[in-house]
């Protein structure tokens, strides 16, 4: 009479762990290896190109109803609605789900983004780019 395997499930586990561990350090040097780059051109006064290139490759698509999603979206991503966001997401998580470990999470990852944007601006010093701005008339 055979016994059932009792560690191929933990051996499962490991491997699809692995797996995901290995993909996302993969997509990190990526990410890193395009950021280094960009920091590069960056410092070199490299980016004028690839400012307008872009930008008229936005422009192409402008629209008085795409003009009104950007600007939805962009308001979307201000620190007001991430915030209250964050507050919403922690509230729900602790409170309906108990889960404390991913709420600390949430709010060390938000508290992260802004240190390491903030640091970055001070770091590159990096002007916008001199684009038309969006304005919504008055049908938005």
């Known amino acids: 009479m055979s016994t059932p395997n009792t560690t191929s499930l933990p051996t499962k586990h490991l491997t699809k762990l692995s797996k995901s561990l290995i993909l996302g350090l993969s997509l990190s040097i990526l990410l890193l290896a395009i950021f280094a780059r960009l920091s590069e051109d960056l410092l070199y006064h490299e980016l004028g190109t690839f400012d307008r290139v872009v930008g008229e490759f936005i422009r192409g698509f402008t629209s008085p109803p795409l003009t009104s999603v950007a600007m939805i979206l962009t308001n979307l991503g201000s620190a007001y609605i991430e915030i209250g966001l964050m507050f919403v997401v922690g509230a729900f998580l602790l409170f309906r789900f108990k889960h ?26 990096r002007a916008r780019p001199d684009i038309v701005h969006l304005e919504c008339s008055n049908n938005c």
């Not at 404390?100 to 590159?124: M, R, Y």
């Open 100 to 125: 404390t470990w991913e709420t600390v999470l949430l709010v060390i990852s938000l508290i992260g983004a802004w240190l390491l944007n903030t640091i970055l601006k001070e770091l590159f010093h």
